[in-house]
């Protein structure tokens, strides 16, 4: 029985990436592809990158939006971290959006 092969845009599941395409992007924030385009053009939503002919959203940066309007930006403020160390900024910042803090 011959092999069937799948071509998959994305080889890493969607946790493990920074970029999402469009609806990707659409479905984290929790809002419909359409309205995220809304938001988009708004300028509440951050525009994408174009990456190879793509437009990609950085996680971070759709994290940064939705941090600042839940006020979640403020539970980090409340842990001790250096300013020039991202990986125990961003470890805090997890932390405190998953209830860890």
Known sequence: MPATTIGLIHALPAHSRRGF???EAASYVGVSP???DKL???????????LLGRNVWDVRALD?????MSGAGSVTAHTPVADNDDLDREL???EAKH???
């Open 21 to 23: 395409d469009r609806k």
């Open 34 to 36: 359409t309205h995220f």
């Open 40 to 50: 988009v053009r708004q300028g509440i939503m951050p525009a994408p990158n174009l």
């Open 64 to 68: 940064r939006v939705l941090d600042a």
């Open 92 to 94: 805090a910042e997890f």
């Open 99 to 101: 209830g860890y803090a």
